[in-house]
């Protein structure tokens, strides 16, 4: 059985709750998952769902261990000592659980987070990775469908950002514009359209060209397929 506090009788009749630290912070890191770590310059405290890891507020911690008691009292040692209302009363009132060095270096001890999971929180709390991510992944994936990118000097095209363009088999043009990329702005939003033009020299000539607006937000998880069908 769980052993997180010892029980004393008291001169007012009620049981006496003496909270056990190292099962309480056990219960919290085995049991509930969580974990303390240091990376990028801050120190967070973690949960794993699923083997991943995601950053949480500290309160986090009281609420899951509450919850955990409530449904699983039986399983205490305490339970044969104090009731469950006796119990949880002691433990708000002197709230054991507390955001310091005993609970950071606790859930801190032999853990570390994998490059994978560091990514994963980044992707969640920093605006500028996640920007910088969800961009090189598209602009991996045009390398891979071997779109070129070129400079429309004359703004033939009247498409904004840098472009990327491929030449599909039914005599047009394919054409993927990254509107709002530029300075310190790291756009995220890809634009496919269609350029109807027989060959590249037709395509690259100094005439205004119609560009038919295709798909607005690319999204890699659900437009792939799209490319395919336009080829």
């Not at 967070?44 to 919850?67: P, S």
């Not at 987070?113 to 990514?119: A, F, G, P, R, V």
């Not at 607005?216 to 080829?231: G, H, N």
């Amino acid at each position: 059985m769980i052993k997180l506090a010892d029980i004393y009788p008291s001169r007012n009749g009620k049981p006496k709750v003496d909270f056990f630290l190292l099962g309480i912070y056990d219960l919290l890191k085995t049991q509930l998952g969580f974990r303390y770590a240091k990376f990028d310059g801050k120190g967070n405290y973690l949960k794993a769902e699923n083997g991943v890891y995601r950053i949480v507020n500290f309160h986090e911690l009281r609420d899951d261990f509450r919850n955990y008691i409530s449904d699983n009292f039986e399983e205490l040692e305490a339970s044969k000592e104090i009731r469950l209302d006796d119990f949880m009363n002691e433990y708000y009132k002197k709230a054991p659980i507390k955001d310091g060095n005993y609970a950071r270096e606790y859930l801190a001890e032999d853990f570390e987070l994998s490059d994978y999971n560091k990514h994963i929180i980044r992707l969640a709390i920093n605006e500028k990775y996640r920007r910088h991510f969800f961009r090189n992944e598209m602009l991996e994936f045009l390398k891979q469908e071997k779109f070129i990118e070129f400079n429309d000097e004359l703004k033939t095209l009247n498409l904004s950002g840098p472009l990327f363009y491929k030449q599909s088999d039914r005599g047009y043009f394919l054409v993927i514009n990254n509107p709002f990329h530029g300075g310190k702005v790291i756009g995220t939003d890809f634009d496919l359209h269609k350029v109807h033009a027989k060959s590249q020299k037709e395509f690259f000539n100094k005439k205004a060209k119609k560009c038919e607006l295709i798909k607005i937000a690319f999204d890699l998880q659900t437009d792939v397929d799209l490319i395919k069908t336009l080829e």
